[in-house]
């Protein structure tokens, strides 16, 4: 075989191995996303506030107890607060909590949780802090709840002070297998929260827990109890590294600015920005890896979570953004680089929804996917509603996967006007709301509320887009670090 054969046939075996790589990462994506999508149900808001699902549950249950039976009075107690001093070692009892995080269960395993066990008590209600967590970009804390009364108590609210300000809200859930704790049990619940980097945290909080008797929601069968503890917002830092990278990645023609990977036990973080000049508006990158190679050996780490200005307070605009993904730790690798398969992005100019009312027609919309539907009466619609139906290709590829849109619209005169309100005496019904998932492909059933009044506005009208699942498939790779 000569020389010029052995380079063509070379070149020939590294683009398939390319491809296949590809192919395989694509694959596993689909069957990983494909699991979790699947019946997938998103709530959508505009903004976003404290995220404790068991709130809607335990309203309820408050709801039924208060028609069938009467308010008891409660004399109030005094609070008792104790500290305790031992080593952490209830990792086990955490473990049941889910926690939508993919480093809370490594941190539990390699017993990197700081052990706290400050407690308060109250109204036969006593709450302990066990453990905390943080790496100055996002936090943990461990903690019980014992009910010593002979009543089921309801987990309403959990929130942690710094002294002059509170953690933030956006981006902050609280996680447990329920909100009921009964007489005579312990409860375990998690909270996390995403902090800004750019703060400088003191050492000292205040962690506030509220629990309400079932009988009623009213204030005066609350108990509100307060734990101070001390945690070190640098407890990691000796096991932290950053890698400066500034380098840009190109997908779709748009720049992303990668800043820097910094390494933390809670996990690997992928600071990135959107260049303002380009011509698009980029809302994620498609299924992101992060490659590190070291002696030949390349190691892989898949699936990141983001961090935005929708889902935190980290960031105040949408041209930032966090790529999340599992801790690993900082080795001295030979190379880091950042590979993605295309972006979700519509163009700056089209970040519009333009409606005639009257002609029950999208006069304008990104791409060709978007349609009107009109409620039907057994829909329980409110006047003025509409349903946007949106479907779409490639959506196994999404992390975050909803649309959404402003609050206020505009008629053909420049004239604000706002979207009304859910009436609650409507009876509800099933007009959309919903996303569904099949074979990579979705459909996305948007509802906007113009209001009856709105036909009469001059047309068309206008909304402006805030997010828009448009994926664009274009996979690209950028080194950020190198030895060489």
Same mark, same amino acid.
């Given at each position: 075989?000569? &020389?010029?054969?052995?380079?063509?046939?070379?070149?020939?075996?590294?683009?398939?191995?390319?491809?296949?790589?590809?192919?395989?990462?694509?694959?596993?994506?689909?069957?990983?996303? $494909?699991?979790?999508?699947? %019946?997938?149900?998103?709530? =959508?808001?505009?903004?976003?506030?404290?995220?404790?699902?068991?709130?809607?549950? @335990?309203?309820? +249950?408050?709801?039924? !107890?208060?028609?069938?039976?009467?308010?008891?009075?409660?004399?109030?107690?005094?609070?008792? =607060?104790?500290?305790?001093?031992?080593?952490?070692?209830?990792?086990?009892?955490?473990?049941?909590?889910?926690? &939508?995080?993919?480093?809370?269960?490594?941190?539990?395993?390699?017993?990197?949780?700081?052990?706290?066990?400050?407690?308060?008590?109250?109204?036969?209600?006593? +709450?302990?802090?066990?453990? @905390?967590?943080?790496?100055?970009?996002?936090?943990?804390?461990?903690?019980?709840?014992?009910?010593?009364?002979?009543?089921?108590?309801? /987990?309403?609210?959990?929130?942690?002070?710094?002294?002059?300000?509170?953690?933030?809200?956006? $981006?902050?859930?609280?996680?447990?297998?329920?909100?009921?704790?009964?007489?005579?049990?312990?409860?375990?619940?998690?909270?996390?929260?995403?902090?800004?980097?750019?703060?400088?945290?003191?050492?000292?909080?205040?962690?506030?827990?509220?629990?309400?008797?079932?009988?009623?929601?009213?204030?005066?069968?609350?108990?509100?109890? *307060?734990?101070?503890?001390?945690?070190?917002? *640098?407890?990691?830092?000796?096991?932290? /590294?950053?890698?400066?990278?500034?380098?840009?990645?190109?997908?779709?023609?748009?720049?992303?600015?990668?800043?820097?990977?910094?390494?933390?036990?809670?996990?690997?973080?992928?600071?990135?920005?959107?260049?303002?000049?380009?011509?698009?508006?980029? #809302?994620?990158?498609?299924?992101?890896?992060?490659? +590190?190679?070291?002696?030949?050996?390349?190691?892989?780490?898949?699936?990141?979570? !983001?961090?935005?200005?929708?889902?935190?307070?980290?960031?105040?605009?949408?041209?930032?953004?966090?790529?999340? #993904?599992?801790?690993?730790?900082?080795?001295?690798?030979?190379?880091?680089?950042?590979?993605?398969?295309?972006?979700?992005?519509?163009?700056?100019?089209?970040?519009?929804?333009?409606?005639?009312?009257?002609?029950?027609?999208?006069?304008? @919309?990104?791409?060709?996917?978007?349609?009107?539907?009109?409620?039907?009466?057994? &829909?329980?619609?409110?006047?003025?509603?509409?349903?946007?139906?949106?479907? !779409?290709?490639?959506?196994?590829?999404?992390?975050?996967?909803?649309?959404?849109?402003?609050?206020? !619209?505009?008629?053909?005169? $420049?004239? +604000? /006007?706002?979207?009304?309100?859910?009436?609650?005496?409507?009876? %509800?019904?099933?007009?959309?709301?919903?996303? $569904? #998932?099949?074979?990579?492909?979705?459909?996305?059933?948007?509802?906007?509320?113009?209001?009856?009044?709105?036909?009469?506005?001059?047309?068309?009208?206008?909304?402006?887009?805030?997010?828009?699942?448009?994926?664009?498939?274009?996979?690209?790779?950028?080194?950020?670090?190198?030895?060489?």
């Amino acid at each position: 075989m000569i &020389d010029k054969e052995k380079d063509i046939l070379l070149r020939n075996v590294h683009e398939v191995n390319q491809h296949a790589e590809a192919f395989q990462e694509k694959q596993l994506y689909n069957a990983m996303r $494909g699991g979790i999508m699947t %019946g997938r149900k998103r709530e =959508r808001r505009r903004k976003y506030s404290l995220a404790i699902t068991m709130v809607v549950a @335990a309203a309820a +249950v408050i709801m039924i !107890f208060s028609i069938v039976k009467a308010p008891v009075k409660e004399v109030a107690q005094a609070t008792l =607060r104790s500290e305790v001093n031992k080593d952490w070692s209830d990792s086990e009892l955490f473990k049941s909590v889910r926690v &939508d995080d993919q480093s809370y269960i490594s941190i539990l395993d390699r017993n990197l949780i700081a052990p706290v066990y400050h407690s308060a008590e109250k109204n036969g209600l006593k +709450v302990e802090v066990r453990g @905390a967590a943080t790496d100055g970009r996002k936090l943990f804390i461990l903690y019980s709840v014992e009910n010593k009364t002979d009543k089921l108590r309801i /987990h309403t609210v959990a929130t942690l002070n710094y002294g002059t300000f509170e953690a933030p809200s956006i $981006g902050t859930s609280l996680t447990s297998s329920t909100n009921e704790v009964w007489a005579g049990q312990t409860a375990y619940y998690v909270y996390s929260a995403k902090i800004l980097p750019s703060v400088s945290y003191p050492k000292n909080v205040k962690f506030n827990v509220t629990l309400n008797d079932i009988v009623t929601n009213s204030k005066k069968y609350r108990t509100e109890l *307060d734990i101070p503890f001390e945690l070190d917002p *640098d407890m990691f830092k000796n096991q932290q /590294h950053t890698v400066s990278a500034n380098r840009t990645l190109i997908v779709d023609g748009q720049k992303i600015n990668v800043q820097q990977v910094l390494y933390t036990p809670l996990g690997t973080y992928v600071d990135i920005e959107y260049d303002k000049d380009n011509d698009k508006q980029i #809302f994620q990158l498609l299924n992101p890896i992060l490659m +590190v190679k070291k002696a030949g050996q390349t190691e892989k780490t898949y699936y990141p979570s !983001f961090i935005t200005s929708s889902n935190s307070e980290v960031y105040t605009d949408s041209s930032k953004a966090t790529l999340v #993904f599992k801790s690993s730790e900082y080795n001295d690798p030979d190379s880091i680089s950042l590979k993605a398969f295309g972006i979700s992005a519509v163009e700056k100019d089209q970040m519009k929804i333009v409606i005639n009312l009257n002609k029950k027609e999208i006069i304008e @919309a990104p791409g060709s996917d978007l349609e009107l539907v009109e409620p039907k009466p057994e &829909d329980y619609a409110e006047p003025g509603e509409i349903l946007l139906r949106h479907k !779409f290709d490639n959506a196994q590829y999404l992390s975050s996967t909803y649309n959404s849109l402003a609050d206020t !619209f505009t008629d053909a005169e $420049g004239q +604000v /006007h706002k979207q009304v309100s859910v009436n609650k005496t409507t009876p %509800g019904g099933n007009f959309g709301g919903s996303l $569904g #998932f099949r074979d990579g492909t979705a459909e996305d059933q948007l509802r906007y509320r113009f209001g009856e009044k709105a036909k009469d506005y001059p047309q068309p009208l206008t909304i402006t887009i805030e997010r828009y699942n448009n994926p664009i498939m274009d996979t690209q790779a950028v080194e950020l670090y190198s030895k060489k």
